[in-house]
Structure formats: C-alpha cells, structure tokens
C-alpha cells in the first residue's frame, strides 16, 4: 500500500497549477497523490478545463472536487475574501475525505496552498502532518510573514502611505503602493485574513517553495535564520523549483504556432498578461500603438476590458472585439510583422520557441519562472496579486527585467515603443537576455539529480515514505 500525499490548493489558476506540477513529482517518486480542489463563486481562470484535462492526463492523480458550500455576504471587493471564507467553510468536507482516505491509504502528508491555513486545524485532527506549499517567490514569502509584525508596527492602511518604503527582511525597500490591492485597506476583509493567514502558516511542519536557491539567496538566507518571524519557530524551507509546466496539454497545435514558424530566431516579443490580466479601452489602444511605432515582430494575447457593472467584477470577460477595441486598420497595418490573439495563448509552448526573443509579462511568479526556464528577458508590467513585489524583486533584486513605466496609471504608447525597442534591439536588451541565459542554467542544475532541488525534494519524499 503506497503511502499518500493530500495537495489542497486555493481556486486560482496560478495557485492550482503549480501545485498539480508538485503532485507530478511526488507521483514520479513512488507517492500516491489526491488532490483535493473547490469550486469558486468567481471567475478564476479556465480552472475547470485545467482540472479536466489534467484528470484525463494524469489518470494516477486522484482528483477529489469538495462538495459545494454556501458563502456569507462579504462587502469586500476582493475575491481573496472570498476564498479565504469557501475554504474555511469547506473544512468539515475536507476532514470527511481525509477520514475517508486513510482507511485505504496512510497519508503522510496534507500539502496546503497558503489560503487554506484553517486546514491546520483539521490536519491535527486526523494526526497528519501539514505542510504549505507557496507557489510564488521566497521573496513574497518573507514579506507575507513579516505582514503580522509590520501590521502592529505600521498604523496607517498601505494605501494611505503612497510610495512609503516598507522594510522587510532580506528585501529591497518595498513601497506601500507596491502591496497586492488587497493589502492596501486596513479595515478590508482580505487584508485582515492575509494577517491572520499568514500568523498561522510557522505552525507548520514545513514550507515547500516553488524556487531554487541560486536565484533567491538573501531572501533564503532571512527566512531561514527567522528573521521575518522574530521569536517564532520558523519551518524548514525546502525549495523545489521551478516548477513550472512543460506543456499545456492540448492536442491540437495552435494557430499562433504556425505563424512563429514563419519568424526569425529571437525576433518576437510576446505579451501576455496571466489568466486574469486585464486592460481598459484606452490602454489597449496605447499598447497598439507603441508596439506599431516599435517595428518589432510581435505576439499579443488579447481579451476585452474589464467590465464597469459591480455585479460582472468576478465573471470572466467576453469574447474580444478586436475592431473595436483596437486601433482601426491596426491589425491589417502590422499584419506582416504581428499577430493578435484573442483571449488565449499556450504560453509555454510560445515562451520555448526559437522566434521568441522577449516577454511583455505580468510578474505572475509562473510565468516569471516559465520565462527563466527558456532564459528569455522579460518587461515586468504588473497588474494585481502579488506581482508589483514581484516586478520589485525582477528589475532591482534577480535583474532578469526591465520595468514597463506608468503601469500605475496608463502606460503610454511611447513608453511602450521605447521599451519593446530596447529589448529586442539595443546592447541593454542583450545583455539582459545572457542575464536570463544566466538563471536558465542555474534552474537546469537545481533540477538536475544532485542539484539543491533535486535534493531537497528527495528529502521530503524519503521522509514520507518512511514515515519519520
């Protein structure tokens, strides 16, 4: 009888995918894996067909959907307090599968995604060791550790600060603006539940991150010697990253791969903006231009504005209208050089080939190591989450990035001309591409049998197997 490993994931694309990549692991080392998910009240991405496909493509992994539970009124506009009460809720259906589970299988471990911290609780009430998963950078981990301490030290709500350096360990100086927008008010219910969350996390048997240690070392060094948690237990890190996907489990190739075909080595910049990245009219029309006046080859994922109905901030967008929405005659002028494309794109499968020289990016911590693990330079233009720390730890800590001006307001056409420019065609832009050549490198030999992540997986795994 295999032992087991339990992975329970928040609903968020990014947050689900990483971790179905960790249960991909923990399988290929001789562990049975169930992952336990939960069905949102708001759009999250294309999560239902991602569970769908990786079920079918993975038929090892138990996939177990948690019953349906009803959520109280929360005035909050952020949907991470939402799924901070759906996973609170979805307790007492977790503790019935795990009871359920361990009459067929020991479960050595429960792998809890950082929003799921009410989970400790029914851990310790099945006797199973928990562990959390952080599927962004050790960079934000040591912030969103520090949060609890920093909330007693600073009074004020984030966004009262504007751009009031806040110090955390091991990091450079972070604005107040820079905070997730659902930091930024004090008084909010998700700021209030990432205080608590975070609070709760040093209680578990161990934090399993999602980098490798070449690339993060002075936030390594401050989370391990506990100095984001004074006079807390800090867990032991272990890094296992990147993980990443190698393939988007599609069957058919898309269209947009056809055309790259067509394209020089290293001649395209790519811009894709994450499962929920979204853009009013007017920057979408300063992006179109900027990347027209450019005259580089390019690849855009398109999807429409967000919508200005409160009842609709949830729902996912529909199709885009690409003559309305974009300049008229845009897509016919660049035609010979550029392609749009609507709502989706297999960003990994774009990201590794050869035409691709660039990545106009969000900062999402998946797509930043997707980026690294091809080695290819990125322009850090962060829009929601946690990616403003991100884009702080790319330009000025890791290097890997140069930053896209204006993203706080509108981003204008010339900023963007300027930047795709420097990127694919200036002596800046290729030594920023031997920098992610650089880290390219360094994840292979982290990954590779003896490497600091090969081994630090092996560690976890020979644990559990055993049962120490």
């Known amino acids: 009888m295999k032992p087991s490993v339990v992975l329970y994931p928040s609903p968020g694309m990014g947050h689900l995918v990483s971790m179905v990549e960790l249960g991909k692991l923990f399988l290929s080392h001789g562990l049975a894996v169930a992952i336990v998910t939960v069905d949102p009240p708001y759009n999250t991405g294309a999560t239902a067909a991602f569970i769908a496909r990786s079920s079918t493509a993975l038929p090892a992994i138990s996939f177990?959907?948690?019953?349906?539970?009803?959520?109280?009124?929360?005035?909050?506009?952020?949907?991470?307090?939402?799924?901070?009460?759906?996973?609170?809720?979805?307790?007492?259906?977790?503790?019935?599968?795990?009871?359920?589970?361990?009459?067929?299988?020991?479960?050595?471990?429960?792998?809890?995604?950082?929003?799921c911290t009410e989970a400790l609780d029914v851990a310790a009430a099945v006797g199973v060791p928990a562990y959390f998963f952080f599927s962004t950078s050790a960079s934000n981990l040591t912030a969103f550790l520090h949060l609890p301490i920093l909330h007693h030290k600073v009074t004020q709500s984030f966004k009262d600060l504007g751009h009031t350096p806040l110090d955390f360990p091991g990091l450079p100086p972070i604005p107040a603006s820079g905070m997730p927008l659902p930091m930024l008010d004090r008084d909010d219910d998700a700021y209030k539940g990432f205080v608590y969350h975070f609070d709760r996390v040093p209680r578990a048997a161990g934090i399993i991150e999602n980098s490798f240690e070449w690339l993060e070392p002075r936030a390594l060094s401050a989370l391990r010697s506990g100095?984001?948690?004074?006079?807390?237990?800090?867990?032991?890190?272990?890094c296992v990253g990147p993980l990443t996907r190698m393939d988007e489990g599609t069957k058919e190739r898309h269209p947009c791969m056809a055309w790259l075909d067509a394209q020089p080595k290293a001649s395209v910049v790519f811009l894709c903006f994450g499962s929920l990245g979204l853009f009013?009219?007017?920057?979408?029309?300063?992006?179109?231009?900027?990347?027209?006046?450019?005259?580089?080859?390019?690849?855009?994922?398109?999807?429409?504005?967000?919508?200005?109905?409160?009842?609709?901030?949830?729902?996912?967008?529909?199709?885009?209208?690409?003559?309305?929405?974009?300049?008229?005659?845009?897509?016919?002028?660049?035609?010979?050089?550029?392609?749009?494309v609507k709502k989706w794109a297999p960003q990994v499968e774009v990201l590794a080939h050869e035409a691709v020289g660039g990545f106009v990016t969000h900062c999402g911590w998946n797509s930043v190591l997707e980026s690294v693990r091809v080695g290819l330079p990125m322009i850090a233009w962060p829009l929601y989450a946690e990616q403003r720390m991100n884009k702080v730890s790319l330009v000025e800590e890791l290097r890997l990035a140069v930053e896209m001006r204006g993203y706080d307001a509108v981003v204008t056409a010339g900023e963007v001309e300027e930047k795709v420019r420097w990127l694919m065609a200036s002596d800046g832009g290729k030594e920023l591409r031997e920098k992610t050549l650089a880290a390219k490198k360094a994840a292979q030999a982290a990954l590779a049998e003896g490497g600091s992540s090969h081994q630090a997986l092996m560690e976890l795994v020979n644990k559990w197997k055993t049962g120490d």
């Open 280 to 340: 009013s009219a007017e920057q979408l029309t300063e992006i179109a231009e900027g990347l027209e006046r450019s005259e580089q080859r390019f690849l855009w994922v398109v999807r429409s504005p967000p919508s200005p109905e409160p009842e609709k901030h949830f729902a996912a967008p529909p199709e885009p209208d690409l003559d309305v929405l974009l300049p008229k005659g845009f897509v016919e002028r660049t035609k010979e050089r550029g392609l749009v």
């Open 227 to 238: 100095l984001c948690v004074p006079g807390r237990r800090m867990p032991p890190i272990h």
């Open 64 to 115: 177990h959907r948690l019953p349906r539970v009803s959520l109280p009124h929360n005035p909050s506009p952020h949907f991470e307090a939402h799924a901070f009460d759906l996973l609170s809720l979805s307790n007492p259906h977790l503790l019935s599968f795990l009871q359920t589970l361990s009459l067929s299988s020991p479960i050595r471990a429960l792998v809890l995604d950082f929003f």
